[in-house]
């Protein structure tokens, strides 16, 4: 079956500009969850969103960071006024239920470079 | 709080000779914890994971971890390293509390390379 897709693929931007990153789960995955991996950083959480549940924001790293998933499924991860240190590759994943012994399936990622 | 190290930035081996990939955890509860690989310019593509029972976890192409509580490690191995395992490995871990948070706290990668 088809995977978590994430587009776009790429992203150029310039600071202080808005971006909005994509992210569609795999059908039927109620869990959804952003991680961030930058240069040196590995990788880190940014939101994890489980069916109707109020999200858990406590990685995302300023006020400029807001992620939606509308419908329960496709989610949109936006970066308002963009900075350089926010270039990084976006990771989508998803899980059947958010249990915390299920498998994350990893999306192919979204490479954004601020200039 | 939950953390993972991966000791080596860095791993060569020889093709057809053993490989270990190190990682160690630390939680407050028990551990599930996971084995990603990652090729260039591509996402996260799930190895194996422990949950509970057999120590020993044999997951995708041919590579196996070995749980050991004792020393708080989940080491990753393979008997026969190809060059086309060369890429970058992930360990991660998550608490089994039910109050815990259910995203994945990642090592920070481990490169493999694998000398023909």
């Known amino acids: 079956g088809a995977g978590v897709s994430q587009s776009p693929s790429n992203k150029v931007t310039e600071k202080g500009k808005d971006v909005e990153l994509r992210c569609d789960p795999i059908s039927g995955h109620t869990a959804l969850y952003w991680y961030r991996q930058s240069l040196g950083q590995g990788l880190e959480f940014l939101i994890y969103?489980?069916?109707?549940?109020?999200?858990?924001k406590s990685g995302l790293p300023s006020d400029r960071f807001s992620a939606e998933r509308t419908g329960g499924s496709v989610s949109t991860l936006t970066i308002q006024r963009t900075q350089q240190e926010d270039s990084a590759v976006y990771l989508c994943?998803?899980?059947?239920?958010?249990?915390?012994?299920?498998?994350?399936?990893f999306g192919p990622g979204t490479r954004l470079l601020v200039l | 709080a939950q953390s993972v190290a991966q000791p080596e930035d860095q791993v060569n081996v020889a093709e057809g000779n053993p490989l270990t990939v190190k990682c160690t955890y630390s939680v407050s509860g028990n551990p599930y914890l996971f084995w990603y690989v990652q090729y260039p310019n591509r996402g996260l593509q799930f190895l194996l994971k422990y949950i509970t029972g057999d120590n020993l976890v044999k997951g995708s192409y041919g590579f196996e971890a070995e749980f050991n509580k004792s020393q708080t490690s989940f080491h990753l191995k393979k008997p026969s390293a190809l060059v086309s395992d060369s890429a970058l490995y992930f360990c991660a871990v998550r608490d089994k509390g039910t109050g815990s948070a259910r995203q994945l706290t990642f090592g920070s990668g481990t490169q493999l390379t694998v000398l023909p």
């Open positions: 994943a998803s899980s059947s239920g958010g249990l915390t012994a299920e498998t994350q399936y």
């Open positions: 969103f489980q069916g109707n549940s109020a999200p858990d």
